[in-house]
């Protein structure tokens, strides 16, 4: 199984976590941008997450809003997509290399 996305493109390890820089993190959730605003909605953030197999993709989705959205926005903005990180290693499987 692997992310697609262009060049952020991942296999998953025996480990079981997708493997990439943040950059590359930030680049693939970006692609979800469907209106290209910059920002990333709950049901944005909910098609990132089925796009790598995520169950639960409602309540992930809901909750990794929660966790990022700084402002209260209903949004997860550019400078709030750092706050997504743990939730990411947490919730959706994913493993980062700073």
Known sequence: M????????RS???GGKYQMTVEE???WLMKFD???????SQKEL???????GGWFSGWKSSR????ADANGS???DEQEIDWLLDF???NMGFKFYY
């Open 46 to 52: 909910r098609q990132a997450i089925r796009s790598c």
């Open 12 to 14: 998953v390890p025996s």
């Open 88 to 90: 990411a290693e947490t």
């Open 74 to 76: 209903g949004f997860i």
């Open 25 to 27: 993190f930030k680049n």
């Open 64 to 67: 990794g809003l929660t966790e």
């Open 34 to 40: 469907a209106d290209k605003d910059g920002r990333i």
């Open 2 to 9: 692997a992310i697609t996305g262009g060049d952020t493109a």
